[in-house]
């Protein structure tokens, strides 16, 4: 190749070399800048919609809502990112963190809840859902199980919480498909949520304000707390969630209000306590009117505790005694009491003529 081919050709190069160079620099350079500043504009946005929330729960808690693959992923989409942070099950300091805004969100049991937030001195989280019901080491308060968000959360973002809370009861429909009874847990469904925050009426679901007020008076009367609602259940629970999904006839697919009151077989081993005796006339069966009354309280007691038990003994001649418990005893079915709750036995063999009944709660 000769010079002048030579140094045309670098020549060529030169130019061609300038043209990218200019390409770049006022096109795919600017291009590219403008590219990343959009990528991280939209990623800026989708961090500003995505609402990040911290989830107070301990460990052995067991509840669905620490199951990643079938929980998580679903609030992702939703972007809705939840945070579980596990205290080691230290309810004093999990109802700080909700107070402090550290936790958004929270599982409790209701009697943890009250003790706690006797112990604050302050009621900054209310109970939106009841999650599943157990019996618990002092039988006569049972382990319910709730998720409670601080107030902040509910009044500043209730959509989000609308959203967790439908996520959650889809999570729990699908699980029972294949969970039964037996497994273990039956987690509480929306209908029975319905039921618990007194939107819908069912005969052996209680509301969440007798709950609360029935395991407030219990705490007190064990010494363990005074009450922190002062005499106000309805502060340490709000219902307008489960209001509002039931307005927008949410529902997960086909449920139904489950009959989870199956009681075990009676024991020895029970916590128990007397009631006022029953007087009867000499030699009869028949309740009087102040049996009846005393009885009647006993129906109260019976319904505010659904997984109690009475024990009636009869006093008198084996007969006579024997009559007279069951005279009680169908007092109490008519009344609406399950038969199977209610035991009758015969006393010795003094002439009293009175019974008495023992309130008892299986261990």
Known sequence: MSNGKMVATALVWVVVIGICAVAWKYFVAPAKEEAARQSKQQEEQERLNHTELNYGIGSSEGSIVQRPDAFNDDLVKLKIKINFLDDGANYDQRLADLKSGKL??????VDELIKASYKLGDTPAVIIAVTDVRRGADAAIPNIYVIVANRKLLQNNPNVVYDFMKLYFKTV???QKSVSKQDGIWQKNTLENYAYFGIIVANNIQRIEDIVSNITNALVVRGVCDDPTHGNPDVLYDDNVMRCLQKIGFSPGMESIRDDTIL???ESNLSSGEITKLIFAHGSTI???RSQN???ELV???????QSYVVIQGTGDKSLALGRAKSAKQYLIEKGIDFKRVRTIAGGTTHASSLFAILSWNN
């Not at 958004?104 to 049991?109: K, P």
């Open 287 to 289: 309740l009087t009117e």
């Open 294 to 296: 005393v009885l009647d």
């Open 104 to 109: 958004q969100l929270a599982s409790f049991t």
């Open 300 to 306: 109260k007691e019976l319904e505010d505790w659904p």
């Open 264 to 266: 075990p077989v009676l």
């Open 173 to 175: 429909y699908d699980s």
